[in-house]
């Protein structure tokens, strides 16, 4: 059954997505430094469009189209993808019309990948590759808590230790999208949804 997007906009003005990865300053207090191994902060970028139409791909196997239409190449003028006649630099400002766009494509591409996936063949699925699309919460945590840590791997390219705070806060998030709708999928397509709204998702 294809799950109810109101249902879906409804959970994801409800739940707040797990936070974006940070880099945590350590001050020891008596000005040594210490290595713990830590990457440098820095500014994260958003990626532009062209970027971002091939990560949603690689990551989902589905393009944001409307019939024959690549959706982000029609409305690349309005993305602010450069002309090269009036525009020779592409805006890259995370704007609200940005996040409008990206919110648009994640629940079009989310919506045909979870029950086409789910429909498919074990040995071809790249969505539900470690748990099963009617897995529960709590007798089936095991398997969707590996399922959650590949998916943040495959869209965020992030690895999660089996313990780690963001895997809690994920989980969290669907267990209360199948809380509200009793309905697997439309808890899987919230994740889906949030897994590519996410900054770790448009940024690099």
């Not at 210490?34 to 971002?52: F, K, N, S, T, Y």
């Not at 409008?100 to 919506?111: G, I, P, T």
């Not at 007798?139 to 998916?151: K, P, V």
Request: charged share 25%.
């Amino acid at each position: 059954m294809r799950p109810a997007l109101p249902a879906l906009v409804a959970l994801l003005a409800a739940c707040e997505p797990p936070p974006a990865a940070t880099s945590v300053p350590v001050d020891p207090g008596d000005g040594t430094p210490v290595d713990l191994g830590l990457e440098p902060a820095r500014l994260r970028r958003r990626m532009d469009i062209e970027q971002l139409d091939r990560s949603i791909g690689s990551s989902t196997g589905r393009r944001w189209m409307s019939g024959s239409t690549a959706l982000f190449v029609s409305n690349a003028a309005t993305l602010g993808v450069p002309d090269y006649f009036q525009t020779t630099h592409e805006d890259l400002e995370i704007s609200p019309l940005f996040l409008k766009f990206l919110d648009d494509a994640a629940r079009a591409v989310c919506s045909d990948l979870v029950p086409e996936d789910a429909a498919a063949a074990a040995a071809d699925r790249i969505f539900f590759v470690h748990a099963e699309p009617e897995a529960t919460l709590p007798a089936d945590r095991s398997s969707i808590d590996e399922n959650l840590r590949y998916l943040v791997l495959r869209y965020h390219g992030r690895r999660m230790e089996a313990e780690a705070p963001e895997l809690g806060a994920w989980r969290d998030l669907f267990a209360d999208a199948r809380a509200a709708t009793d309905d697997p999928e439309v808890a899987w397509l919230t994740v889906c949804v949030a897994l590519v709204n996410h900054p770790d998702f448009y940024t690099y």
